[in-house]
């Protein structure tokens, strides 16, 4: 495989690339209203504010925009992806942190929490390859 060939092996069409922003936009609003109870606490807490309020605070207020500006093809909702993918990482705030359910419906004991986070942990590095594909190919 020649240099060429590795550069472009993740590959979308325009069409292509178009829904899968949609989805992570989507994804990005369903992070937030699966986590508003955690929002309500945060904009109204029961004791002091504290600089990881604030944190929390920040990253909920950027997936609202990032899922809208994502949704409407900006290039800008790619780039404030890139600056929450650490911080989603370290406060486990998973784009597909939908599946946790999982937990729920069977009662995972400590090592398959472990198991579910871990595998969640690779999807958000799947979405940020994506989103680093899409961003080099379709706004060029």
């Known amino acids: 495989m020649n240099s060429t060939n590795k550069k472009n092996m993740i590959k979308f069409n325009s069409r292509t690339s178009k829904k899968i ?3 992570f936009g ?3 609003f369903l992070t937030v209203l699966k986590n508003y109870s955690s929002i309500y606490k945060l904009i109204f807490p029961n ?40 911080l989603r990482l370290f406060l ?12 729920k419906i069977f009662g995972l004991q400590q090592n398959g929490i472990i198991i579910l986070s871990s595998i969640l942990t690779v999807l958000e590095i799947g979405r940020l390859i994506i989103s680093i594909s899409i961003h080099r190919d379709y706004f060029k």
């Not at 600089?51 to 997936?63: C, E, K, P, Q, T």
């Open 21 to 23: 922003l949609i989805l």
């Open 92 to 103: 486990m705030i998973f784009s597909f942190g939908f599946l946790m359910i999982i937990n």
């Open 47 to 86: 004791h002091e504010f504290n600089w990881i309020s604030i944190v929390y605070l920040l990253i909920y207020i950027s997936l609202l925009l990032s899922g809208y500006l994502l949704i409407t093809q900006n290039k800008f909702g790619i780039w404030i992806s890139y600056f929450q993918f650490p």
């Open 26 to 28: 989507i994804l990005d």
